[in-house]
């Protein structure tokens, strides 16, 4: 069986998340027909898992399944070292049903209150599993380090970008290009392990 990922391919990208889409698009620099597990209508399955892995492996196999072709996930979110690593692979959760990242960042900031820590630094991770319809499944992880900065700063990227200025960046990555962004993002490291992996 030839587990790689030939050139011209098409590839289900199992997310919801346009941000994260658009990312996996530019990381994947052209060279695939992705096409999104919304834009097929795939229901979105329930993260049960206890890891960035075991979520990534869980959505990719699920997409897989539901669509027949080879699906790509990517699971992934912000750890704060002084809040024990949360809200980790709860990220998304933290948002709410409204999907209100303001919301989301304004807790990370008011939990940091309530425990009385200085302690900024924080991570990106990002696990991606590439699954084949009929069932070997590849997954890798990528993680950024940085720290938090209140309030929030720039508009770009999505989710949590505006509170995270990554190591040896002034910016935040919400006040980064994107190109900047995914030359050393948490996602860009798991893609460059992936494509050592899959792509000749
Ligand atoms: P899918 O599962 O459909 O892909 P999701 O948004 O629910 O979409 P996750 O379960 O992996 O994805 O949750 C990850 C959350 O972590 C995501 O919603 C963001 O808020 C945050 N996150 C991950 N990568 C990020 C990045 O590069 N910049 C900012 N926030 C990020």
Redesign the pocket.
Known sequence: MNLKLIKGMRLVA????PG?AR?IEALLDGHYTIVT?GELNLP?PD?TESTFVG?AML?ARHAAQASGEVAL??????SVAALDGAPGIY??RW?GPTKD?AL?MKKVEQRLEEIGSTDRRAW?T?ALAVAWPDGPCVVVEGRIDGELVFPPRGDR?????PI?RPEGSELT?GEMDPVEKDAL???ARAFARLKAALID
């Open positions: 199992a997310t919801h998340n994260k990312e597990a979105e993260e979520n959505k996930a990517d699971d992934s979110g912000l990220s998304a948002a990242f989301a990106f990002s990227g999505f989710g949590y970008d995270f990555f993002s948490h996602r």
